[in-house]
């Protein structure tokens, strides 16, 4: 299958994140993408080829039309502050306070739009923002015009992203952005296949009262893992949308018989939807070897996904989202796709 891959992704680079008591390196940084795009080219998976620049108009379909104004001002209001480093937010809209009043000063607005520290700016963030939704909608072009399967490279991540916020590494959602893509162009129904370790808090805030698009998430416990705040298996979709939210929360230690099972009643549930297309938010930080994460799976597992979500026979788009083992990134991520080929 062919590989869209933009080295714009690499501007985003020495932001840094909020963990365990203090302020570090973000682990979401640009070798990651170069690892994989590596294993992409070892492996002979295909072609890599650059994206088209896509009206960001394709984004305002699923996300606020404010939010999407808000990104590219970020980095500019920053530095007309006096500010260098990572730009984030430290105060959030929580209950009890106002969330309907949009503030004025940068900081304010920051928290304004997210929902953790997880996603902070530096120079080069929006234009990788940018070439991360261009690939994405590039390679979603592929699909529909008849390709079996394609790899949307995409960095940063998109699926802790909602409709008007950011958090988690993501900024823009590529994925609902290529599902909402492909409902625009003629398919009825498209499922979202989420197989990152986090729970796709985004793509779900999005499509929740949806019937058009079915969403299955296969992730750590909410109860125990970030983002905590969304993700349990009572969550089922609101109005037309319910029953097209399916959550499959998970324990700690879950390693490749736990998953499985849950991939395999995912699929169940895919294949009862009937969708023209499918879209795979492709984390592989279910990874036994992940800093951040708790699941084990091995370099082994990633394959059998692969094999497993060609048997559903269907067009499919991949789109990179975690996975944070530096060294083994690439061979999980490529992993799935040449099982996929098999
Ligand atoms: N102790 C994606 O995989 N920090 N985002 C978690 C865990 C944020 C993950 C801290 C993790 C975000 C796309
Ligand atoms: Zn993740």
Same mark, same amino acid.
């Given at each position: 299958?062919?590989?869209?891959?933009?080295?714009?992704?690499?501007?985003?680079?020495?932001?840094?994140?909020?963990?365990? $008591? $203090?302020?570090?390196?973000?682990?979401?940084?640009?070798?990651?993408?170069?690892?994989?795009?590596?294993?992409?080219?070892?492996?002979?998976?295909? =072609?890599?080829?650059?994206?088209?620049?896509?009206?960001?108009?394709?984004?305002?379909?699923?996300?606020?039309?404010?939010?999407?104004?808000?990104?590219?001002?970020?980095? =500019?209001?920053?530095?007309?502050?006096?500010?260098?480093?990572?730009?984030?937010?430290?105060?959030?809209?929580?209950?009890?306070?106002?969330?309907?009043?949009?503030?004025?000063?940068?900081?304010?607005?920051?928290?304004?739009?997210?929902?953790?520290?997880?996603?902070?700016?530096?120079? $080069?963030?929006?234009?990788?923002?940018?070439?991360?939704?261009?690939?994405?909608?590039?390679?979603?072009?592929?699909?529909?015009?008849?390709?079996?399967?394609?790899?949307?490279?995409?960095?940063?991540?998109?699926?802790?992203?909602?409709?008007?916020?950011?958090? +988690?590494?993501?900024?823009?959602?590529?994925?609902?952005?290529?599902?909402?893509?492909?409902?625009?162009?003629?398919?009825?129904?498209?499922?979202?296949?989420?197989?990152?370790?986090?729970?796709?808090?985004?793509?779900? *805030?999005?499509?929740?009262?949806?019937?058009?698009?079915?969403?299955?998430?296969?992730?750590?416990?909410?109860?125990? *893992?970030?983002?905590?705040?969304?993700?349990?298996?009572?969550?089922?979709?609101?109005? /037309? $949308? *319910?029953?097209?939210?399916?959550?499959?929360?998970? =324990?700690? +230690?879950?390693?490749?018989?736990?998953?499985?099972?849950?991939?395999?009643?995912?699929?169940?549930?895919?294949?009862?939807?009937?969708?023209?297309?499918?879209?795979?938010?492709?984390?592989?930080?279910?990874?036994?070897? /992940?800093?951040?994460?708790?699941?084990?799976?091995?370099?082994?597992?990633?394959?059998?996904?692969?094999?497993?979500?060609?048997?559903?026979?269907?067009?499919?788009?991949?789109?990179?989202?975690?996975?944070?083992?530096? #060294? #083994?990134?690439?061979?999980?991520?490529?992993?799935?796709?040449?099982?996929? *080929?098999?």
């Amino acid at each position: 299958m062919k590989t869209i891959f933009s080295p714009l992704h690499a501007g985003h680079a020495g932001q840094m994140e909020l963990i365990s $008591g $203090g302020l570090v390196p973000g682990f979401e940084k640009p070798s990651r993408a170069e690892y994989i795009r590596a294993r992409v080219e070892a492996e002979k998976l295909g =072609p890599i080829l650059p994206p088209a620049e896509h009206d960001i108009a394709a984004a305002r379909r699923v996300h606020a039309a404010d939010y999407i104004d808000f990104l590219p001002t970020v980095w =500019p209001e920053w530095e007309k502050a006096g500010r260098s480093g990572s730009a984030f937010g430290f105060t959030w809209p929580t209950r009890g306070l106002r969330a309907d009043v949009r503030p004025k000063t940068i900081d304010a607005l920051l928290g304004y739009y997210s929902f953790d520290a997880g996603a902070s700016f530096v120079a $080069g963030t929006w234009t990788a923002i940018k070439s991360s939704f261009d690939v994405a909608l590039t390679a979603a072009g592929l699909v529909k015009d008849g390709e079996r399967a394609a790899f949307a490279l995409c960095r940063p991540p998109g699926h802790h992203a909602g409709a008007a916020f950011m958090g +988690g590494y993501c900024f823009i959602n590529n994925a609902a952005v290529a599902a909402q893509f492909f409902r625009d162009r003629g398919a009825a129904k498209v499922s979202i296949l989420d197989v990152d370790y986090h729970h796709g808090n985004g793509t779900q *805030e999005i499509f929740y009262a949806r019937a058009d698009v079915q969403v299955l998430n296969l992730h750590g416990d909410p109860m125990t *893992e970030y983002p905590f705040f969304l993700g349990h298996a009572d969550e089922k979709g609101s109005g /037309d $949308g *319910e029953g097209f939210n399916v959550n499959y929360p998970m =324990p700690f +230690g879950t390693a490749w018989d736990g998953w499985s099972a849950s991939l395999e009643d995912a699929c169940a549930r895919l294949e009862a939807y009937r969708p023209d297309v499918v879209v795979v938010s492709l984390g592989v930080d279910t990874f036994e070897k /992940d800093p951040i994460s708790q699941f084990k799976l091995k370099s082994e597992d990633y394959p059998k996904i692969g094999r497993r979500i060609a048997k559903l026979g269907l067009p499919t788009l991949f789109v990179m989202e975690g996975g944070y083992a530096v #060294e #083994e990134i690439g061979i999980n991520a490529v992993g799935v796709l040449t099982g996929f *080929e098999q």
